[in-house]
């Protein structure tokens, strides 16, 4: 059964970087699919924030993209998201989740909350 | 804002029968892209409905179906029941923009 964790600070102060990592258990990210990063703000809809291939190659929502790096460790069986130069309208639950055009397996989701 | 969207809310009796509408554009139901759905119970992650417009997951029950058609998909229930509760969100490819995964606006389904 594949299995994804999200783990990283829950409070990030305006205009750092947040720093989250997802823990990949059940399925090895090397033998393939993309790893993705999705957003709920409280309250409101699902944003996607980008995606990973196990080889590296990236793609991310045009309108975070600026602030947004997707990186993987193949090793640890692990990926990570770091969004810079945050306000608090970036506070939200983030999921990491496996996906092939569809989302099939996410993890529980961890609340980030940009606040001084 | 996102470029798919949904009625905020449905509702029905247990038993009935209710559909909730994702409607894109050219870039992304019209361009041929598939169209997914999830359930998000409160307090829980997003959960695979639909995938592939019309092919459910194993362990969803086949009360749950799906379409697409033109610029637009739906997603039925059948015989709702009170566990069905719970926001909907449909998913698709745009191609403008480079290209982006783009969620819908969501869709609360109140069982009566």
């Known amino acids: 059964q594949v299995q994804l964790q999200e783990s990283g600070p829950g409070l990030v102060k305006p205009s750092e970087t947040l720093s989250l990592t997802c823990a990949v258990s059940g399925y090895s990210i090397s033998s393939g699919y993309y790893w993705g990063w999705i957003r709920q703000p409280p309250g409101k809809g699902l944003e996607w924030i980008g995606s990973i291939y196990h080889s590296g190659s990236t793609y991310y929502n045009p309108s975070l993209k600026s602030r947004v790096t997707i990186s993987v460790d193949t090793s640890k069986n692990q990926f990570s998201l770091k969004l810079s130069s945050v306000t608090a309208a970036d506070t939200a639950v983030y999921y990491c989740?496996?996906?092939?055009?569809?989302?099939?397996?996410w993890g529980q989701g961890t609340l980030v909350t940009v606040s001084s | 804002q996102s470029v798919l969207t949904q009625p905020p809310s449905v509702s029905g009796a247990p038993g009935q029968r209710v559909t909730i509408s994702c409607t894109g554009s050219s870039s992304n139901i019209g361009a041929g892209y598939d169209v997914h759905w999830y359930q998000q119970l409160p307090g829980t992650a997003p959960k695979l409905l639909i995938y592939g417009n019309s092919n459910r997951p194993s362990g969803v029950p086949d009360r749950f179906s799906g379409s697409k058609s033109g610029t637009s998909a739906s997603l039925a229930i059948t015989g709702l029941q009170a566990e069905d509760e719970a926001d909907y969100y449909c998913?698709?490819?745009?191609?403008?923009?480079?290209?982006?995964?783009?969620f819908g606006t969501g869709t609360k389904v109140t069982v009566l």
């Open positions: 989740a496996r996906t092939e055009s569809y989302f099939d397996y």
């Open positions: 998913q698709s490819y745009d191609s403008s923009l480079s290209g982006r995964e783009v």
